[in-house]
């Protein structure tokens, strides 16, 4: 839409746009081999410039710089649906810029999006960021308190996705099971599923990333009686000891 386009090997090219994640150790080490390469290719006059984006900026803001040379601009998560913008300022800048501004306002449209997976299949983001404050986990910090989705965007976004051929989407969210608490909806997963197995032509809907305590009678008598929603509960790995989920701050 905006006049770009994307590109399969970053050689040859105006823009390499890295995309980070930052929450554990190996995923920060990867991105800043990618943005080493990316900065070679630089030097070499392969690429003009190099744009980080992500969890990683947010997660390190501006001294990202110091830890990685050769980046022109750094952009955080609330910034993501202006990154074609930013491409065009960056690409007539000299001097660095930063974008890490409106985290906590911000709830993506995921609509007409580019898909990575396979074309039967896709993700269906439902809300973002999370309101649990487990001890060992970062990501609060980065990607800002739970916003739920408004019900008519995930629907919108769930039909586009099956009229472009996609049969199954798997439900994704720091907490899914956490769906709409912050908008006062009452089961809000259960909801929001029955809603969208009611989709034609969609064949199976995933729940995936839910936490024991999000799991209630409602939900599992949705799931139960549904023949769309996959019968089984996909649920990070807690743990056996009491006093350990105590110290993790489990939900």
Request: charged share 25%; aromatic share 6%.
């Amino acid at each position: 839409q905006a006049g770009f386009f994307v590109c399969a090997e970053p050689d040859n090219v105006d823009v390499v746009v890295i995309n980070t994640c930052g929450f554990i150790a190996p995923a920060k080490a990867e991105a800043l081999e990618a943005i080493k390469q990316a900065a070679a290719c630089k030097a070499a006059g392969t690429v003009k410039k190099v744009i980080v984006a992500g969890c990683l900026p947010e997660r390190l803001g501006a001294e990202l710089f110091s830890q990685a040379d050769g980046i022109d601009t750094i952009v955080g998560l609330g910034h993501r649906d202006a990154i074609a913008r930013i491409i065009e300022k960056t690409l007539t800048s000299k001097q660095p810029a930063v974008y890490l501004d409106r985290l906590c306002e911000t709830i993506h449209d995921d609509r007409a999006r580019m898909l990575i997976t396979p074309r039967h299949w896709a993700y269906l983001r439902i809300s973002e960021g999370c309101d649990h404050r487990c001890s060992f986990c970062t990501i609060p910090a980065i990607r800002g308190p739970f916003r739920s989705k408004p019900r008519e965007l995930i629907l919108a976004e769930a039909t586009e996705l099956v009229s472009a051929g996609v049969v199954e989407l798997n439900i994704i969210a720091q907490d899914s099971s956490y769906y709409g608490r912050d908008l006062k909806i009452k089961n809000g997963l259960a909801t929001i599923a029955a809603e969208l197995e009611k989709i034609p032509n969609l064949k199976w809907i995933r729940l995936m990333y839910l936490y024991p305590t999000g799991i209630n009678e409602k939900l599992i008598e949705t799931i139960a009686k549904s023949e769309r929603i996959v019968h089984y509960f996909d649920i990070p790995i807690q743990h056996i000891n009491n006093k350990i989920l105590k110290d993790m701050r489990r939900p």
